[in-house]
Nanobody, 122 residues
Framework: QVQLVESGGGSVQAGGSLRLSCAAS????????MGWFRQAPGKEREGVAA???????SYADSVKGRFTISKDNAKNTLYLQMNSLKPEDTAMYYC????????????????WGQGTQVTVSS
């Protein structure tokens, strides 16, 4: 059974940093594409960053230069390093996994975590 468990969320002031983690189990981690997504109250879920099975990455324009997605295949863990946080980054953050990068980019991934809350105050 595939499980994705996020951690690392919290409350920080604008300009601060957080590192989110997503621990994966139940599938061949290294062969899957993964992504981070977020959803703020009253808004639709949006893609934040994605990483392909070969390690190539992509980012939403709103987080380019501030967020970094990475993965540790030995630990079956996905990370999102978030620097220079802004109040508009406040949201529930989710990780997701799928064999297809197109599913990640279209927010149609097969597997999703439960989310971790990030709150950035001004």
């Amino acid at each position: 059974q595939v499980q994705l468990v996020e951690s690392g969320g919290g409350s920080v002031q604008a300009g601060g940093s957080l590192r989110l983690s997503c621990a994966a189990s139940g599938y061949t981690y290294s062969s899957y594409c993964m992504g981070w997504f977020r959803q703020a109250p009253g808004k639709e879920r949006e893609g934040v960053a994605a990483i392909d099975s070969d390690g190539s990455t992509s980012y939403a324009d709103s987080v380019k230069g501030r967020f970094t997605i990475s993965k540790d295949n030995a630990k079956n863990t996905l990370y999102l390093q978030m620097n220079s946080l802004k109040p508009e980054d406040t949201a529930m953050y989710y990780c997701a996994a799928d064999r297809r990068m197109t599913a990640i980019l279209d927010l149609r991934a097969n597997y999703w975590g439960q989310g971790t809350q990030v709150t950035v105050s001004s």
